[in-house]
């Protein structure tokens, strides 16, 4: 780690906990982190429930599950584990709990279906894994990096997906497994309702969705060595066609990571992450404009808010600057640095 | 339009028909368009045969199926149609051909299946389609406008999408429609050798594949409104594993178009293209560094060939420039303008 990037790193990584609102308001708070200090943040997505639904009880279970995923990826960074494992095994640790909309606890779509999606980049390489509507896999974002990594290629789809997961001795689960009461409930007021989907992307704005609509799992890294890691899964948009893949496995959607700029994982209604591709935007805005991570990840937000989209990112830049940043109304989310003082957040404290 | 649109669209377009070379040298040849021409560019892939196997008969047939494709798109334009109708109907006729690696012509997966990707971008508004795996479905292109036009989603995949399409009224053929005799073998030896596929992205570079590998089709335009749209379809990698989807339906990958800047389609190894978010780079270099759409491709296509990819590139800006540029040893491709000049090209003239 070089003398420029060691000052990079002491005098201008504030850790920005940027408190969203509507408006995108911002109430940052600052530390020092050390020289050579990892992070990992994460998120549980941006579709948290309104306050007056949240109890005490429910509260405490989704901090501790927050907590429970913060220390998976601490445990492999403070060992001098590489960001891309940190990131993987925090969201595994979020895929497992019924909780968010990823893994377990995956929205149902319009036929009562869990076609899951997830990636995962790796910023020192550019490599990248990505899956989607993939069935029956119990831990998507496994499989993800097992396509970075074992095959030539960096996205699949489908059988086929599910396929290389079981040829790749991957979990493999029946669909029940996915079955939870509070998704299926909230599948058949959408069905009653109607509001499934609109016809057309621009009439399905984040007004017409419930919070269920567009959760998502992720978390970003640095480790010890520098490196940056983002990984993303979601069980989707909630009542979406069957086929439907969202922002989450697209690469510069969903998850980007690259070491010169930033490391960045996406929570919202994809289609308008998608159209915008929101993490490479904020990436590039960060190389060719000079932005700071903040600045990067909120204009890139913007665009997505215009169009008309709910959005959350969280990223951490190469000095371990991290913002995690929202449209609506919060983001199960949290992050943890090498002293070990672990922080969760939902609404905007 | 603009005074401003106008005088750049004047001053600074040339027609800039890039011939590559190993080292993407360029040779340019430049001719002003008219205020407000209208201009379509394709691209048939840039995996061409070597030059010891093209026959006279059989370059005379990829001229016509380039020209025929041009004059569908053409067609539209100069009776007042959108770039996002000309697109679409120049990547029908390159679809329906046997000639190129994309609907009919398509390469086989690794289990003799073809499974098609394709998307489609609307400058205009932002608003895309894409498909990534799908059977049966003879024109992918018009299912991802359908997706784009007729879902509130971007993306599909798989047995869905393809429900989608029966839904949707589209052709549907039987797998028996995409087997032609050049693939099959060309399949064959590859099995029998080995090379259907490497066991890491790095490893499976262009010098590992023979022309069949890269293949794809696709179209930009600029229409007389000042609008860009960008096509792309393909039947991917020859000997991909079943489910692998490439950068061709990825928005901001093979495909990208934004008003403000350029219409871009990619073709070639797509592993590559989608780690650097190829088409959405030249975007933002434009947006951001002020490059024309020259550079910024040649400098998006620069990233992807360091990485040891192969990659062909058509774009069309704002003011009609059109950009034709690839790594190989040529790419099937074409445009032509209100003036109804039909210009073809394979090799290096």
């Known amino acids: 780690m070089g003398i420029l990037q060691r000052s990079l790193g002491v005098i201008a990584l504030a850790v920005l906990f940027v408190y969203g609102s509507p408006a995108l308001a911002s109430d940052d ?24 639904k949240m109890t005490k009880e429910l509260e405490a279970a989704y901090r501790a599950a927050l907590r429970q995923s913060l220390q998976a990826g601490y445990d492999i960074l403070v060992a001098g584990g590489d960001s891309i494992a940190a990131v993987e095994a925090a969201v595994i640790v979020l895929e497992d709990s ?34 989607g509507v993939v069935q029956g896999v119990k831990n998507p974002i496994t499989l993800a990096r097992k396509i970075m990594e074992d095959t ?22 029946a669909p029940h497994y996915f079955w939870t009461e509070r ?20 009439q399905a704005s984040i007004r017409d969705s419930g919070s269920s609509a567009w959760g998502t799992v992720g978390a970003v890294a640095r480790d010890r060595y520098g490196n940056l890691a983002a990984a993303t899964s979601t069980g989707g948009r909630e009542g979406k066609l069957p086929g439907r893949i969202g922002d989450s496995p697209i ?51 913007q665009r997505v808010v215009d169009m008309g989209g709910g959005v959350g990112v969280i990223a951490v830049d190469k000095g ?30």
């Open 98 to 131: 019924p909780l968010f909309n990823a893994g377990k606890g995956s929205s149902f779509n319009r036929e009562g279906i869990h076609e899951l999606d997830a990636s995962i980049m790796d910023g020192r390489t550019a490599n990248a894994g990505a899956v």
């Open 183 to 202: 998704k299926w409930k909230s599948l058949q007021r959408r069905l009653q309702q109607g509001t499934e989907y609109g016809r057309k992307p621009r």
């Open 251 to 301: 690469i510069g959607a969903g998850t980007y990571a690259h070491n010169d700029t930033l490391a960045a994982s996406s929570t919202g209604l994809g289609e308008y992450v998608i159209r915008v591709v929101s993490t490479k935007l904020m990436s590039d805005l960060m190389a060719f404009k000079g932005y700071s991570a903040q600045q990067a990840v909120k204009a890139s937000m």
């Open 29 to 52: 708070r600052a530390r020092q982190p050390l020289a050579d200090d990892f992070v990992i943040a994460i998120h549980g997505g941006g579709g948290v429930r309104k306050r007056d």
């Open 320 to 349: 371990g600057e991290v913002v995690m940043r929202y449209s609506g109304r919060g983001m199960y989310r949290g992050f943890v640095r090498e002293d070990g003082e672990f922080v969760t957040g939902i609404y905007e404290n």
């Open 152 to 173: 030539p290629h960096v996205m699949m789809a489908g059988e086929g997906a599910r396929q290389f997961a079981r040829s790749a001795g991957l979990e493999l689960v």
